[in-house]
């Protein structure tokens, strides 16, 4: 059967026809439809989301040394976080398949950075797959576990936005067959203290020698040759691009990324004038290839910030001077409306960064949509580092004094339980003088809208226990904890203004639901009475989509505002700003599709 499916989706698909047994992970863009397809179309895979992931990882170790088949998912920022038994997983080896999804983001189109995640793998030792297309995406899913079994390594296989997120046409298989092999003890292999860890790390050595010797031999390791003069080496999307720019030269395309197949390369670059190594990100292909004294360019002529397209290897080709100058034309990228990112109507986000704003505190920020409130028109956001940064930050900086008016650490419900929960800790234990806002919308919103343990229900769609941050708070010593209501502007200032002058740490806690999910906030959106505005431009700088200028203008000159009542949700917050009163509810509520 051939179906039409993103890489990520085939990713899924892979999984499922390899014998997976349990799939985990945190959401993260581009890594998320992956556990999200499984849940959804595939059952018969206990699936997961977990607090983080770390804990994700730990999770699939575990599995994997139950005898199963483990698949572990996450965005190349999330490996930062899983760091720790990663590394130490690559020593202990597997008991059943275990392979972990890394998504690189080139471009940062949904991330704070663009680190390149196949050097995790080089540094960890362990194998890494880069699929090219959908097709491999599901294939390399099951050679992915072929290998951790045939070499006892976890394997990564590595993702890219481009990839996880186009779409090809791929060829199903029934699944294969796997018995699980049941937990077998020993703790020579499995218990890593000093002594068994120096035994094993010789037999991470020895493993990379007999991977070194299959990357030579592999079909994952291919050269197209087509009797041309010009060799490419290449992998992943970045082969695509060079192939749609030069599909005469030969190719020598990696798909099995460490250790490189350094012999064959050796060879292929023998038998051409001149070789180019095309990759996106880092030059990692190339720094490895010279190491090893062969002569190839590759950086010289591509960047190594963003991603790249068909466009830009035009572009680095003819500087090569292999490619025609006049080629390349036809792909130039489209002049596009610039589309900033934006809270939505009626974001519940919106009035804690307006209170905020008027209070003139410090805000120190985490990943969330609530970041978005460093942009234009609210710009009031002092800090985003990495998941849970937001209260250390906070703490760091009242501790030297570093702002007289207060410091606010704001951090989203999800992110406060991936790592926020040791930072409050922290603030209660070193009695810091801060103020926590725990942003509840009620579900991990911006990588559109997954399940996390304060929501009441599983990946899998099973209700379950739900946090209550009241609780926690408390629990880890906070003497002070508030539930306010965002769209009460009022009394939001009034409650962060007598937080930030209490002596110790704080914390308030917001209490609207995202927008978007599951339902609209209000049945009656709200609208402008021309006659009444004064054109101050108030309710311009809550930066709402729904409330725009009118061509009406005032006797000054100044345009007038008028809502969308589509887009509004009816969260009040414009009305409560407007000076004149000019913006009311309307009498009839507005008929939602």
């Known amino acids: 059967m051939r179906r039409f499916l993103s890489g990520n989706e085939a990713v899924a698909r892979g999984a499922y026809e390899a014998g997976v047994k349990l799939a985990v992970g945190y959401p993260g863009t581009p890594s998320t439809e992956i556990l999200e397809t499984l849940a959804e ?12 992931e770390k804990v994700a990882f730990e999770v699939g170790i575990g599995a994997s040394l139950g005898g199963a088949r483990a698949l572990v998912t996450m965005k190349h920022v999330g490996l930062n976080v899983a760091a720790d038994p990663f590394m130490t997983f690559a020593y202990t080896g597997v008991n059943g398949g275990f392979v972990l999804i890394s998504a ?5 189109h949904s991330s704070q950075n663009e680190q ?3 050097f995790y793998a080089k540094f960890a030792q362990i194998p890494f797959l880069e699929p090219s297309d959908s097709q491999e995406s599901k ?22 936005t481009r990839i996880s997120h186009s779409k090809g046409i791929i060829e199903e298989n029934e699944p294969v067959k796997i018995e699980s092999v049941g937990f077998k003890r020993d703790m020579q292999k499995y218990v890593m203290i000093p002594a068994n860890a120096k035994k094993r790390h010789l037999i991470v050595t020895q493993r990379l020698e007999k991977l070194q010797q299959y990357s030579e031999e592999t079909e994952l390791n291919v050269i197209e040759n087509n009797g041309s003069k010009i060799g490419i080496i290449s992998g992943g999307i970045a082969y695509q691009y060079a192939k749609d720019n030069l599909p005469d030269a030969d190719y020598l395309k990696i798909g099995f990324g460490f250790p490189l197949p350094i012999e064959k390369i050796r060879k292929f670059v023998s038998s051409h004038q001149k070789v180019l190594v095309i990759e996106e990100l ?12 062969i002569k190839i360019e590759g950086k010289k002529y591509f960047s190594r910030l963003g991603e790249l397209s068909p466009y830009k290897v035009a572009l680095g080709l003819k500087e090569a001077g292999l490619l025609d100058k006049t080629a390349g034309a036809q792909i130039a990228p489209a002049e596009l409306f610039p589309r900033p990112p934006i809270l939505c109507p009626g974001c519940p986000h919106r009035g804690a960064y307006m209170a905020l704003k008027k209070l003139g505190v410090a805000v120190t920020g985490d990943i969330g949509c609530y970041t978005l409130g460093v942009l234009p028109p609210l710009e009031y956001l002092d800090t985003c580092i990495c998941m849970g940064a937001s209260i250390g930050n906070a703490i760091g900086m009242e501790k030297v004094g570093g702002y007289q008016k207060g410091v606010v650490a704001v951090i989203g419900d999800s992110t406060f339980l991936h790592s926020g929960i040791t930072g409050l800790l922290d603030a209660v234990y070193n009695k810091s003088n801060i103020t926590v806002i725990i942003l509840d919308n009620r579900v991990t919103a911006m990588t559109g809208g997954q399940q996390h343990p304060a929501t009441g229900y599983t990946l899998m769609g099973e209700t379950t226990k739900r946090v209550n941050f009241i609780e926690l708070a408390k629990a880890l010593g906070v ?13 939001l200032i009034k409650t962060i203004e007598g937080e ?6 704080s914390v308030i806690i917001t209490n609207r639901p995202c927008v978007l999910m599951p339902k609209r906030i209000g049945d009656r959106p709200y609208r402008v009475i021309a006659e009444d505005c004064n054109g101050c431009s108030a309710c311009f700088r809550i930066g709402c989509p729904a409330i725009a200028s009118s061509k ?9 505002a008028i809502i969308d009542p589509v887009l509004c949700t009816g969260c009040s917050l414009c009305a409560q700003v407007c000076q004149p009163e000019a913006i009311v509810p309307t009498g009839e509520p507005v008929k939602v599709k």
């Open 282 to 293: 880092e030059p990692y292909y190339e720094e490895i290839i010279h190491a090893a004294g």
């Open 41 to 52: 179309e595939y059952r018969s895979i206990y699936s997961e989301w977990s607090p983080n």
């Open 479 to 491: 003497e002070s904890v508030h539930e306010v209501d965002p769209y009460d502007y009022q009394g």
């Open 104 to 108: 690189d983001d080139p471009e940062m």
């Open 500 to 505: 930030i002058n209490r002596e110790g740490p």
């Open 552 to 560: 009406e203008l005032t006797e000054h000159n100044r345009p007038k």
């Open 116 to 118: 390149d995640n196949r």
């Open 139 to 160: 294939d390399f899913v099951l050679k992915a576990f072929e290998i951790s079994e045939k070499f006892d390594t976890p394997v990564m296989l590595r993702m890219t």
